[in-house]
């Protein structure tokens, strides 16, 4: 699959999220209950979602975010605590299609990275787009934060 990339200035943006250390092989039976935290605090109130879920990478080890992005700040509730996409350069693209191929995005990302001599922070994040039945018309943005 072909990505466009391209260097772009992200601004912040405030999240609700659930943070976890894990492992790679534990996170993919783990990232739903951590979205399930965040949307049962929404519900309650607790804040007002503004935007799509989101999964912040902060490192290989792998400490996560998993969230929503909201509209403004909010009192931490539970595991549920305030948290912010951080605000830079990135290397961005867009997959289309199904989340099993979300790996090519990043792959792509990091190789089109090392071409151009940009150096990645090893902070990364994916925001879900708008949800679809037909896994080929799934969008996600993947961004890598630049040095």
Same mark, same amino acid.
């Not at 931490?76 to 997959?95: F, K, N």
């Not at 989340?99 to 879900?128: C, F, K, M, N």
């Given at each position: 699959?072909?990505?466009?990339?391209?260097?772009?200035?992200?601004?912040?943006?405030?999240?609700?999220?659930?943070?976890?250390?894990?492992?790679?092989?534990?996170?993919?039976?783990?990232?739903?209950?951590?979205?399930?935290?965040?949307?049962?605090?929404?519900?309650?109130?607790?804040?007002?979602?503004?935007?799509?879920?989101?999964?912040?990478?902060? +490192?290989?080890?792998?400490?996560?975010?998993?969230?929503?992005?909201?509209?403004?700040?909010? +009192?931490?509730?539970?595991?549920?605590?305030?948290?912010?996409?951080?605000?830079?350069?990135?290397?961005?693209?867009?997959?289309?299609?199904?989340? +099993?191929?979300?790996?090519?995005?990043?792959?792509?990302?990091?190789?089109?990275?090392?071409?151009?001599?940009?150096?990645?922070?090893?902070?990364?994040?994916?925001?879900?787009?708008?949800?679809?039945?037909?896994?080929?018309?799934?969008?996600?943005?993947?961004?890598?934060?630049?040095?």
């Amino acid at each position: 699959m072909y990505y466009e990339i391209y260097v772009r200035t992200a601004a912040e943006s405030p999240t609700a999220v659930v943070a976890q250390a894990t492992t790679w092989e534990e996170f993919p039976g783990l990232w739903r209950s951590l979205l399930d935290e965040v949307y049962g605090f929404l519900r309650s109130g607790g804040a007002t979602q503004h935007g799509h879920n989101v999964m912040l990478f902060r +490192d290989d080890v792998p400490n996560v975010e998993v969230g929503v992005q909201v509209a403004g700040t909010f +009192d931490p509730s539970g595991q549920v605590v305030p948290s912010a996409l951080p605000a830079g350069r990135v290397a961005t693209t867009i997959h289309r299609g199904p989340y +099993d191929g979300l790996d090519a995005a990043h792959r792509a990302i990091r190789a089109w990275s090392a071409a151009r001599g940009h150096e990645l922070t090893g902070t990364r994040w994916e925001i879900y787009g708008d949800w679809r039945d037909n896994p080929e018309e799934l969008e996600t943005e993947i961004n890598y934060l630049l040095r």
